[in-house]
């Protein structure tokens, strides 16, 4: 899905727990998540902690959208 | 004992059909007793297993401009002949061909239920096409390759002709179908798997029992200039749908995706949203939704103007034994709505 995204023309950020499967399929900004069941949450942190983790991946995947890249690009940082 | 010699109707274009070159590639449907061109060379693979009793021909640029019709008319002439099994080809990687037998080989399958044999080169629109409704010999990509792919095809015909079990795509030569056989092994998964991997680690040749499919690349697109001008969709694989699912979307192999309004909304909530997914332990996603489509941050930036709007629509579907074919197709509606209705830059949540 990622990859037929971008081919229309629209960039786009595959915030995903399994990497390997992202890179396999051809998504090209990627941003790893913190679990499968749950990948912009973490249900062992408090409320407010927890939306805190979500929004830094969020940003992340800002980041990454705002970043140019040239081939398959893992922003793990 | 003496067997049935099997019964087959060939198919060929214009030029194998010897009618005559690109001038000719116009001609509608006609049928010819006995083989032609390459049915001879098919004939003498047969020997006395069979036998090419007509050859139905037709102009490839007839056949890609009159598609329905001449499938259905190459169909009627085909069946006059009471085959046992049709042979369509080989077209190597003639694209005009390759499609005509692919077609002929579903209209044969669909209307008589007659198995088909064609033989292409990979690559040949029509094995992507049509690949399921015939076994599809690899071929080269030209007529020089003609000598090697008669023989297999020939064989295979007899097979399918009198109803006999076919072997594997490597065992018998065709390209994979994308099905999958259960066979019994003398030794167990575990130990094969084991021996494959030692195999792997000592530089040893090994053939996967489940090859992964292959996969194209796109260029990524230049990246958001002004964020904060920027209008953003939400996409996720993750089945995030409105409370009830009310479009029913499969909690595996998804028939379909889904396109829900978010206007206003500034949390998913386990009252609002859950997910549809039968992948996961949908627990934490049915208690916040957020944690797989993060309406609620998003919606927050919006605010502080950090990007400039979040799309109204978010799309969502279950990537969950979903065909990588079904994928493409949905993706491929909902790139087209977004690209309509002025997103600039998506961000997609996979489980």
Redesign the interface.
């Known amino acids: ?18 990497v390997p ?2 890179l ?3 998504a ?2 990627i941003v790893p ?1 913190v679990a ?6 973490n ?1 062992a942190l408090a409320r407010e902690e ?2 805190n983790l ?2 830094r ?3 992340k ?2 980041r990454a ?9 893992v922003f793990a940082n | 004992m003496e067997k049935k010699k099997v019964r087959i109707v060939h198919y060929l274009n214009q030029f194998f059909g010897q009618i005559g070159g690109e001038e000719k590639a116009d001609v509608p449907p006609m049928a010819k007793e006995g083989a032609v061109g390459p049915g001879l060379a098919l004939q003498q693979a047969l020997g006395q297993e069979g036998e090419v009793v007509a050859t139905v021909i037709c102009g490839d640029t007839y056949f890609a401009e009159h598609l329905e019709e001449a499938k259905a008319e190459v169909v009627r002439l085909i069946a006059q002949y009471d085959p046992d099994v049709v042979v369509a080809g080989p077209a190597f990687n003639a694209g005009r061909y390759g499609t005509a037998c692919g077609a002929v080989a579903q209209g044969v399958w669909e209307t008589l239920k007659k198995p088909v044999v064609s033989g292409m080169y990979p690559e040949n629109p029509g094995v992507e096409l049509y690949g399921r409704y015939a076994y599809i010999i690899k071929t080269g990509n030209s007529a020089g390759a003609m000598r090697q792919a008669v023989g297999p095809m020939a064989q295979l015909a007899v097979k399918l002709g009198r109803g006999e079990a076919v072997g594997s795509p490597e065992e018998e030569g065709y390209i994979p179908r994308g099905i999958r056989k259960n066979v019994f092994c003398s030794e167990r998964g575990s130990k094969r798997a084991v021996d494959m991997l030692v195999r792997k680690l000592r530089g040893e040749p090994f053939t996967t029992e489940y090859p992964m499919p292959v996969f194209d690349r796109v260029p990524p697109n230049p990246a958001v200039k002004d964020l904060a001008r920027a209008k953003i969709a939400l996409v996720t694989s993750g089945g995030i749908v409105p409370k009830g699912n009310p479009d029913k979307i499969e909690s595996s192999s998804a028939s379909k995706f889904g396109k829900y309004d978010i206007a206003g909304l500034a949390d998913l909530t386990g009252e609002t949203h859950q997910t549809a997914h039968g992948g996961y332990d949908p627990v934490y996603a049915n208690e916040d939704p957020d944690r797989v489509l993060p309406v609620d941050v998003m919606r927050e930036l919006e605010k502080e103007g950090v990007i400039g709007e979040l799309h109204r629509f978010y799309y969502a579907t279950v990537g969950n034994g979903t065909s990588v074919a079904n994928a493409r197709r949905y993706a491929q509606a909902i790139a087209a709505e977004l690209k309509q209705d002025g997103v600039q830059a998506v961000i997609l949540t996979s489980t």
């Open positions: 899905m990622v990859k037929e995204i971008e081919r229309a023309g629209i960039p786009v950020v595959h915030v995903c727990t399994i499967i992202s396999t399929v051809g090209n900004r998540a499968i069941p749950h990948p912009l949450g249900p927890e939306k979500r929004r991946l969020v940003m995947a800002l959208l705002q970043t140019e890249v040239e081939e398959q690009t």
